[in-house]
């Protein structure tokens, strides 16, 4: 069966159960009872428009005028929040697959070249073959200057974040025990004081896992310890153009103290005692 008109016999056509129309349909409403594929643009030409789903219509997708989309999950029934799932339907994942995309781009920007490039990306990336007892996958943040977006931090599998470019935060909290670097130096570059607040009072110098001194609150008196034994403790300075040892104490004579210079008591009333009974 076809309908047209003289310039144009089948505009609409139906054969084996199957409604085709060649031009625009326009109507106030419109049910359709099964599949329906549409060949080109949908245009749903009002402010308040939205799209349902599922038997009972608790799935919708809202008009947000000049802004964008709701999604929403009609149901008001506890537990029941809007859940949107990126899938992907390979059947074989390996390492560095894609799961899911996120891209942020500004296509139209006038100015091209750079600007026109996806500026923004969050990536789900397979951090292995996929088995029965294996999905490991990181998330990876992607963020450009004058590029296409690229890889700036990620979150791995384990729940390591590693960040490019340095890392600000207002307050850090470590649940753990240790604070590693991987190479070279680490520096604390503090605009004000630092402050080391330990529970026991209690500061180690260590190397290479070593405890080599100890700065500790012991009572009532402050303790500076060498922990290696005959190690001495020394005082260095730098004048005259170099450093050198201006007092030294000597463990492994228990004690002996060895000065570089001259000893200088600034007081009238001091005194220096002498013997194992002062």
Known sequence: ???????????????????TVAGELEASSLDIVGNTDIGNDIYMSSDDCLISMGANFEVAIYHDHNNGFFFRNELTTAGTPMVITLQNKEADIAINDKLGVINF?????????????????IEAVSEGDFSSSNNATKLSFKTAASEAAAEKMTLSSAGVLQVDGGLKVDNITID???????????????????????GDGQ?????????????????????????????????????GGTDFTAMYIDSSDLGTVILNNDLTLD?????????DDQ
């Open 176 to 198: 753990g025990t240790e604070l590693d670097v991987s190479s070279g130096d680490f520096t604390f570059d503090i605009a004000g004081s630092l402050s080391l607040d330990t």
């Open 203 to 239: 500061v180690e110098l260590k190397e290479a896992g070593t405890t080599v001194a100890q700065f500790k609150q012991r009572s009532s008196d402050f303790t500076i310890e060498t922990k290696v034994n005959n190690t001495d403790l020394l005082f260095r300075c730098e004048g």
């Open 105 to 121: 781009q500004a296509h139209a920007e006038s100015q091209g070249t750079d600007a026109v490039l996806v500026a923004a990306g």
């Open 1 to 19: 069966t076809t309908i047209g008109h003289t310039d144009d016999t089948d505009l609409v056509t139906f054969a084996d159960s199957v409604l």
């Open 267 to 275: 007081s009238d009333s001091c005194v220096l005692k002498f013997g």
